[in-house]
């Protein structure tokens, strides 16, 4: 009998569900670094296992990795699924417990499933490196910022009333000396212009058949320049695909067919099928196929699509 534990760890590890079917689906829930006020700590982000008994459709997950690895065909790799299952749900039956490897330990409880996660999993331990951090407040002490104001007003020099007189004099000196350099340039009509031919033509022309450049020209040159600059086409086109995105928010429950950890990995996965949608939920993005107000109603949709979309579970927002 094949190590279904194995395959499930393996899969939390880039999956934050897998479905066993008949027995529940294994949650990885991931809390971001947070700052807590009551211990004055930054504390490190988490990643902790769940399971939940409810969600019991089969996404296909579970199975892929079965064939994949034993090199088998997905119907005999269910047919293996559905061997260990039943193997999980007599243990729990006759001896109440279950050890399922460094996934933890599942016990039966009133005739429900409760799941202890181990501590040292695989898949808890992507932050295990990470310890608090205290962060010590700034006290502000009102008698040394005084002291600094006093220290500060000492320190004012007066300036003597003839020494204010001389600076006011070269500052008046050197604003006249600025205003007779600009009127100098100003007047002068006959500014130099580099050349547009940028050593394009035959260097050879004679300086006596070049016609001059008149202000008038140049100032034309320069308008065309200018008006001529125009936005690319290719930006204005992708600025307008950009702000095209819808705006409806799918149902409470969302068919998956995929999960990814970036967006762009996610848009192609979708390629040109126009029914997939991508959604944002926390780190991952989910592609989905349909959406639906209600459980039943989205096990309905499940089934209606498992054809198309063999690998399809369903999610909660």
């Given at each position: 009998m094949i190590d279904l534990t194995a395959h499930i760890e393996y899969l939390l590890m880039n999956h934050d569900c897998v479905v066993?079917?008949?027995?529940?689906?294994?949650?990885?829930?991931?809390t971001p670094a947070r700052y807590d006020s009551e211990s004055g700590q930054?504390?490190?982000?988490?990643?902790?296992?769940?399971?939940?008994?409810?969600?019991?459709?089969?996404?296909g997950l579970l199975a892929e990795s079965v064939a994949r690895r034993c090199g088998i065909s997905l119907d005999s790799a269910r047919a293996e699924i559905d061997t260990a299952i039943s193997s999980f749900r007599n243990q729990l039956?006759?001896?109440?417990?279950?050890?399922?490897?460094?996934?933890?330990?599942?016990?039966?409880s009133e005739g429900s499933l409760v799941f202890e996660p181990s501590a040292s999993s695989a898949v808890s331990f992507r932050y295990g490196g990470f310890s608090p951090i205290a962060i010590t407040p700034?006290?502000?002490d009102a008698s040394l910022e005084r002291t600094s104001e006093d220290i500060h007003e000492s320190k004012i020099i007066s300036i003597p009333t003839p020494l204010k007189v001389a600076a006011s004099m070269i500052i008046l000196i050197v604003v006249c000396g600025l205003f007779l350099t600009t009127g100098n340039l100003l007047g002068n009509r006959h500014t130099n212009f580099a050349s547009l031919d940028?050593?394009?033509?035959?260097?050879?022309?004679e300086a006596s058949n070049i016609a001059p450049i008149n202000n008038e020209e140049t100032i034309q040159i320069s308008r065309e320049?200018?008006?001529?600059?125009?936005?690319?086409?290719?930006?204005?086109?992708?600025?307008?695909?950009?702000?095209a995105q819808p705006s409806d928010l799918p149902g409470r429950y969302i068919l998956v067919v995929g999960s990814f950890p970036s967006k762009k990995l996610a848009i192609k996965h979708i390629g040109d099928d126009s029914t997939l949608?991508?959604?944002?939920?926390?780190?991952?993005?989910?592609?989905y196929a349909a959406s639906a107000s209600s459980m039943d109603e989205a096990s309905v949709h499940a089934n209606t699509l498992r054809d198309k979309y063999p690998t399809v579970w369903i999610c909660r927002r």
């Open positions: 066993a079917p008949g027995l529940g689906a294994f949650l990885a829930h991931e930054f504390m490190p982000p988490t990643r902790s296992l769940g399971f939940n008994q409810a969600l019991t459709i089969n996404d039956e006759e001896v109440k417990t279950l050890p399922l490897g460094n996934l933890g330990e599942m016990s039966i700034i006290i502000e940028s050593g394009l033509r035959n260097s050879n022309i320049i200018e008006l001529n600059i125009s936005v690319p086409k290719e930006d204005i086109c992708s600025t307008a695909h950009v702000t949608s991508i959604i944002e939920m926390g780190d991952k993005f989910r592609v």
